[in-house]
C-alpha cells in the first residue's frame, strides 16, 4: 500500500528566509505526487504536481518541488517566503486506478511565518 | 477554471438529524468525486468515491448506511450524515476530477459539521 510521510510537524520560518518541506512516499511504481496547501478553515489548493519529465517541477506562488527516485523523496521548495505562505502543507501520493486517482496524503507541515 | 464549491459551509444540528452537503464542480463535468474527513490538526481521511451514475465505493471502516453519497450528475455529489452523533462533528471536504485528466483533484472549501 501506498504512504506518504511528512517528518516535520512544524516549521517556523522568518519572512524572506527560504523554505524546505520534506515529504517522502512509498509506492510501488512511477507515482503520481503533489503538493497542496490549506489555509486555516479552507479547502486544499494544488500547489503542483508531478507525473512524469522534468524531476523538478515549477508550481504556483512561486514553489517548486523536485522529484528524487532514488530518496523516494519529493520535496517542496521556495526561495523566500512571505507572510501569506503561512498555512498547512499536504503532501500526496496518487494511485491511478479504475475509479479515478486515490490520493493517500501526508500528515502535513504547519508553517508559521515570523515577521 | 477547476472550481468546486461545497454547501453549506457550516452547519450545526441536533443529535440523531441528518444533515446533506452538497458538492458542485461550477465550470467542468467530474466525472469521480471523492469524499474525505479531516479532524482538527490531521490529515484528509478518503472516505469515498463515487462515479457519476454509479454506488460510491467505501473505504475500510467508512460505514455507508451512516454516510450516503450520490452523485447522480456530472458536477453535483451530496453526503448526508444520518442520525448524526457527536462524534460526527468534523470538517468535510470534497474532490472533483475529470475523465482524461483522472490524475487531479480539485478540492471544495469544506463543509464544518458540529453536531450537538
Known amino acids: 500500500a501506498q504512504s506518504v510521510t511528512q517528518p516535520d510537524i512544524h516549521i517556523t520560518v522568518s519572512e524572506g528566509a527560504s523554505l524546505e518541506l520534506r515529504c517522502n512516499y512509498s509506492?510501488?511504481?512511477?507515482?503520481?505526487l503533489f503538493w497542496y496547501v490549506q489555509s486555516p478553515g479552507q479547502g486544499l489548493q494544488l500547489l503542483l504536481k508531478?507525473?512524469?519529465?522534468?524531476?523538478l517541477v515549477q508550481g504556483i506562488k512561486g514553489f517548486e518541488a523536485e522529484f528524487k527516485r532514488s530518496q523516494s523523496s519529493f520535496n517542496l521548495r521556495k526561495p523566500s517566503v512571505h507572510w501569506s505562505d503561512a498555512a498547512e502543507y499536504f503532501c500526496?501520493?496518487?494511485?491511478?486506478?479504475?475509479?479515478?486517482?486515490?490520493?493517500?496524503f501526508g500528515g502535513g507541515t504547519r508553517v508559521l511565518v515570523k515577521p | 477554471g477547476a472550481v468546486v464549491s461545497q454547501h453549506p459551509s457550516w452547519v450545526i444540528c441536533k443529535s440523531g438529524t441528518s444533515v446533506k452537503i452538497e458538492c458542485r464542480s461550477l465550470?467542468?463535468?467530474?466525472?469521480?468525486m471523492f469524499w474525505y474527513r479531516q479532524f482538527p490538526k490531521q490529515s484528509l481521511m478518503l472516505m469515498a468515491t463515487?462515479?457519476?451514475?454509479?454506488?460510491?465505493?467505501?473505504e475500510q471502516g467508512v460505514e455507508k448506511d451512516k454516510f450516503l453519497i450520490n452523485h447522480a450528475s456530472l458536477t453535483l455529489s451530496t453526503l448526508t450524515v444520518t442520525s448524526a452523533h457527536p462524534e460526527d462533528s468534523s470538517f468535510y471536504i470534497c474532490?472533483?476530477?475529470?475523465?482524461?485528466?483522472?490524475?487531479?483533484?480539485?478540492f471544495g472549501p469544506g463543509t464544518r459539521l458540529l453536531v450537538l
Open positions: 463515487s462515479n457519476e451514475g454509479s454506488k460510491a465505493t467505501y
Open positions: 474532490s472533483a476530477s475529470v475523465r482524461g485528466q483522472g490524475e487531479t483533484q480539485y
Open positions: 500526496a501520493v496518487g494511485d491511478l486506478g479504475a475509479a479515478g486517482n486515490k490520493l493517500t
Open positions: 465550470d467542468f463535468q467530474a466525472t469521480t
Open positions: 508531478y507525473f512524469s519529465g522534468d524531476t
Open positions: 509506492y510501488g511504481a512511477t507515482p503520481y
